[in-house]
């Protein structure tokens, strides 16, 4: 193998490719980049054998070839090599960079040793804007499960309908949900639980104004536009019934403006328990009482104007559920309703007059105050 890059072409298919490496592994090929030159490209890849990230550069290719080589390390030579055209050639199974006077040779490993990317079948595929797909995770893959012990809620649960996509994500006491219009799709009915480190390398691979190509082949799903895939293996399984859990009947609200309740909760927090983050809030006519009281550390209090409709409601939440909720809300005014201080509450966007209502709605579990 041998071609000519430009460092900046070098360094940033690295930096795209890395970010999939494991950091830990008992597989030495996965911590290696796999480079293949042919036809006037460089396809770099990585993979941690759930999500694989492949991406297409352009190059001067004089000898086509490939060769695995330590990714974190090539990265990093690439970073500090000078703003000159980089020459890379192999000789057995080492990797040789020459860029002006600098040269590195890293040891490598067969490409043969590399694990195939699956073979998804694009052409069967549909396509979706980019833009709406990173949308649906930017509001939603924050509310996964990171506990091992439900692996089926350490996905987003991605759901197709003819004409419309959904994003779902809970760990059991919070929930997010999110729909847009899609445009018309081969696949017309479709679920899918995804892994969220793969829902993260499509927010960071491709740009908000592409179209891509999606398609699955058994259990994995691919992502493709203008020189970078992304495949990752699915979680099997059926995801939970999520709408029993979404109230109908919530007969109270209160209107409040995000920002102020956002930092009052964030205030709270700081005294509360680290076991718990329980805090109290009091819904009353024209206000919200915050208050929480820690025997060990003290208390805190703090009041907003909302506008509230019901009979009065005290109820506790965990504050680090409710401000990450409240966080991830794209409106400056939120709704918040309730039926009881133990039953679950939402949180909708307040859409400003004029505009196009948002399909999202939160749900944060309520925890049991203590007297």
Known sequence: MNFTITRQNLHQGLAAVSASIPTKTTLPVLSNILLEARDGV??????????????????????????????????????????RPVEVVTRGDQLELRCGR???????????????LPGVDFEKGWSVTSKDLQRLIYHTAFAVSTEESRPILNGVLWELRDGRMQMVATNGHRLARMAVPAGPTTATSADFIVPPAALQQVQRLFKTEED????????????????TEVYTRLIEGTYPNYEQVIPKDNDRFAIVEKSALESAVRRM????????????????????????????????????????????????????YLREVLRYMPTDEVKLT???????????????????????????MPLRLLD
């Open 269 to 320: 927090a700081v005294v509360a328990s680290d076991q718990t983050h329980r805090i109290r809030l009091v819904f009353s006519e024209s206000k919200v009482q915050l208050n929480v009281l820690t025997p060990d550390l003290g208390e805190g209090e703090d009041e907003l104007e909302v506008h509230y409709e019901g009979d009065e409601l005290e109820i506790g939440f965990n504050a680090n």
């Open 212 to 227: 891509l190509e999606v398609a699955r082949d058994g259990n994995h799903l691919g992502f493709r536009s203008s020189g």
């Open 42 to 83: 460089v396809w770099m890849s990585g993979t941690d054998l759930d999500v694989a990230v492949r991406v297409q550069v352009p190059a001067d290719v004089t000898e086509t070839g490939s060769l695995t080589a330590p990714g974190k390390k090539l990265q990093e030579i690439a970073r500090e090599l000078p703003d």
């Open 102 to 116: 600098s040269c590195f040779k890293l040891n490598g490993l067969p490409s043969e040793e590399f694990p195939s």
């Open 338 to 364: 309730f039926k009881a201080p133990e039953r679950a509450a939402t949180i909708e966007p307040v859409t400003p007059e004029g505009e196009e209502a948002l399909e999202y709605l939160s749900l944060v």
